[in-house]
């Protein structure tokens, strides 16, 4: 059977993930993904009401005509979990395709909202569900398993294209993490037997965000234990407390929420995507918040908040807010730019619960908001985080479950992708043999 891979987006910069695999006829795409920088760098763009092609010539979503070249139908559409740079271009591409979008349930969820929120393109593609563990016939001779691997974000899978020719596994994206706080381990065992049934591995691709980091990526964990003694550490300040995460993160949401009670405040959640994955989490039964646990997206409900706190005294509250990147429309900025009701005071205390994406953009919109709170007096507690992806240690441990015949590094530059280069190349493979460094639109044929 011929096996041929095209790499569509993420193959020359973090984000717009889009790769398609053929096997014989069947086609399967793994994510479709939105380059958020590309939009933020400009004011007022409102992707939802743009054309996908005005969306390609900025850079925000995969350029997908190169699928034009690629003999074949179109089985299915796989997001590997709800992150925008793997779901964020669903809405724009995926009615092309006269194929079902299939994704775990909490990202099926986060799929449907962004369809709904459409406002150029009708999207009318089936929606499946799969979880973790099960399998999917696609065409005669293929197969679509989910393998659970653990990020930061909940309900997230590698999924597994099964061939005649060995599987295909698609490695976007994942840390090891053998005690989370929210969901279940990664799932080892069973991408070591992949790696030792039938053909084995045909080829694997992989997320290198972290390839040049030593060691191993800590678990969630961590991170809670981290937070935890942050927040003891200030228990007995008698000012504002404001803490900021991944809107997506569930299980930090849900460390924060937690330790806001322990310290006698009561927690609420503001901005719209914080109710937005919040709520979702909540009504799919992935986590349990307190009943009486407050969520607000609207702007006019987030300033009564804002009000009702300071009426009531901020050191009976932790707002859980938008921001952590600078982004200029959320919480956190808009709080430091004196936006607000909320109003900063020496001494108070911003909590950090993400370290900044690398990426010139964020990098800047953090710095200046950083500066802003600085400004107000704000005491800034900074990268209590652990990563979603693996470091140099997860990947040598990867390769050696999977044995793969062919490695393609995604998920970065050029130069990101040299130190993952390094390490497969000590681990045996070879840059134009087997381990393929490519970029966006590229073909790489791995059998005839």
């Known amino acids: 059977m011929e096996v041929e ?16 695999v053929r096997a014989g006829d069947d086609v399967v795409i793994f994510d479709m993904g939105l380059n958020l920088s590309k939009v933020l760098i400009h004011d007022n763009v409102e992707t939802e009401r743009m054309h996908s092609l005005d969306l390609i010539d900025m850079g925000a979503i995969p350029d997908d005509r190169v699928m034009s070249d690629l003999e074949g139908d179109v089985k299915a559409i796989v997001p590997t979990h709800g992150h925008l740079d793997h779901i964020g271009a669903i809405s724009k591409l995926a009615h092309r395709y006269d194929a079902p979008i299939v994704a775990t349930p909490f990202t099926i969820e986060l799929v449907k909202q962004q369809i709904k929120g459409e406002e150029k393109f009708g999207v009318q593609n089936d929606l499946q569900k799969m979880e973790a563990g099960e399998t999917m016939q696609i065409g005669e001779r293929t197969e679509l398993e989910f ?16 061939t005649p020719e060995g599987a295909v596994v698609y490695g976007l994206d994942k840390r090891m993490d053998h005690t989370p706080v929210l969901g279940d381990p990664i799932d080892m065992k069973r991408f070591r037997e992949i790696g030792r049934e039938g053909e084995g591995v045909l080829c694997y691709i ?32 008698d000012g504002g407390i404001v803490a900021t995460t991944f809107s997506s993160h569930i299980a930090r949401v849900k460390s924060l929420v937690e330790f806001a009670e322990d310290i006698g405040r009561q927690p609420v959640l503001l901005g719209r995507s914080m109710e937005k994955y919040s709520g ?6 992935f986590v349990d918040f307190p009943d009486d646990l407050g969520m607000y997206g609207h702007r006019k409900s987030v300033d009564r908040t804002f009000k009702r706190i300071m009426n009531e005294g901020k050191e009976n509250f932790l707002p859980i807010v ?22 900063l005071d020496d001494g108070d205390k911003v909590l950090f619960s993400a370290r900044v994406i690398p990426e010139p953009t964020n990098e800047g919109q953090r710095y200046q908001s950083e500066k802003l709170l600085g400004m107000q007096g704000a005491r800034i507690y900074d990268d209590i985080h652990v990563s979603g992806h693996l470091r140099e240690e997860g990947h040598y441990e990867m390769l050696q479950a999977l044995q793969p015949q062919h490695v393609i590094p995604a998920h970065q530059s050029l130069k990101g992708f040299a130190p993952y280069v390094d390490l497969a190349e000590n681990q045996g493979y070879k840059v134009g043999r087997d381990l393929h460094v490519t970029r966006n639109g590229n073909m790489i044929q791995l059998t005839e």
Not at 147 to 162: E, G, R
Not at 214 to 233: F, N
Not at 280 to 285: F, K, S, Y
């Open 280 to 285: 979702t989490a909540e009504r799919l039964d």
């Open 147 to 162: 393998v659970n691997v653990t990020h930061s974000i909940i309900d997230a899978i590698n999924p597994v294209l099964h």
């Open 322 to 343: 938008t921001g952590h990147q600078g982004e200029p429309r959320a919480m956190l900025t808009r709080m430091g730019r004196g936006e607000t009701p909320y109003e």
């Open 206 to 237: 992989e997320d290198c965000t972290n390839a040049g980091r030593k060691g191993r990526t800590p678990s969630e964990s961590v991170a809670r234990r981290h937070l935890k003694d942050v927040m003891q550490s200030i228990e007995h300040y």
């Open 5 to 20: 891979i095209a790499t569509i987006g993420g193959y020359e910069a973090v984000g717009r993930q889009m790769t398609a």
